[in-house]
Every structure is written in C-alpha cells, then in structure tokens.
C-alpha cells in the first residue's frame, strides 16, 4: 500500500487560487508512480482532475483544462496541483492517487481524508 497525504485546501474566492499538495510517506517513491488529483462535489460521483505519469506526461479533465496545472517534485516526494481561476462549481473535496496509466480510474492506493477547497464569495 502506498500512502499519499493531501494538504492545500481551504476557502477561497472565485477567480482566486490554490495550490494542493500530495506528499508520499513512509518510504513510499512517489516519483516511480503515476499521480492522479481526483475530486468529488456534494451529491457528485468522484471525477478525475488532472493526472501525471511517472515521465511526466499530463493530461486534465476539460472543465480545469488551461485553469489548472499538475505537476511533480520528487526531491520533495509531491505531487502537486495548481489551481487557478477557481470558480464555485470546483467545490468539492480533493483527494490524489496512485493509478495505472493505462486509465486515471484505475488507481491503485488508498483514499485518504483528501482537503477541502470551497470557492465562494
């Protein structure tokens, strides 16, 4: 099991910005992994936002695509994900993950506590 801790959320206005965290513990490798930030809304099926292969191949969900940037720093064991832009219908808790590049829904670790982001006024 890998074990992945989200950090960054919190309130923010929209047109705002954030940046999320997903720091490895342990000593888990993160950089030998494919990352995915995934977020799920009220009453909302858990979606993929952003993805990052272990080469750093990116790929993002068209409602973040241009407002949103994943990326990695292994010497500091993160992933992260930039957001700005933020509008209201990003509310939702954000969680990362390991996943099988092959598809960001197959992931792989456990789902932690992910971190709350709120956009409003």
């Known amino acids: 099991q890998v074990q992945l801790v989200e950090s960054g959320g919190g309130l923010v206005q929209p047109g705002g910005s954030l940046r999320l965290s997903c720091a490895a513990s342990g000593t888990f490798f993160i950089s030998n992994y494919a990352v995915g930030w995934y977020r799920q809304a009220p009453g909302k099926q858990r979606e993929m936002v952003a993805t990052i292969t272990s080469g750093g191949t990116t790929n993002y969900a068209n409602s973040v695509l241009g407002r949103f940037t994943i990326s990695r720093d292994n010497a500091k064991n993160t992933v992260y994900l930039q957001m700005n832009s933020l509008q209201p219908e990003d509310t939702a808790v954000y969680y990362c993950?390991?996943?099988?590049?092959?598809?960001?829904?197959?992931?792989?670790?456990?789902w932690g506590q992910g971190t709350q982001v709120t956009v409003s006024s």
């Open positions: 993950n390991t996943y099988i590049p092959i598809s960001a829904r197959l992931t792989t670790g456990t």
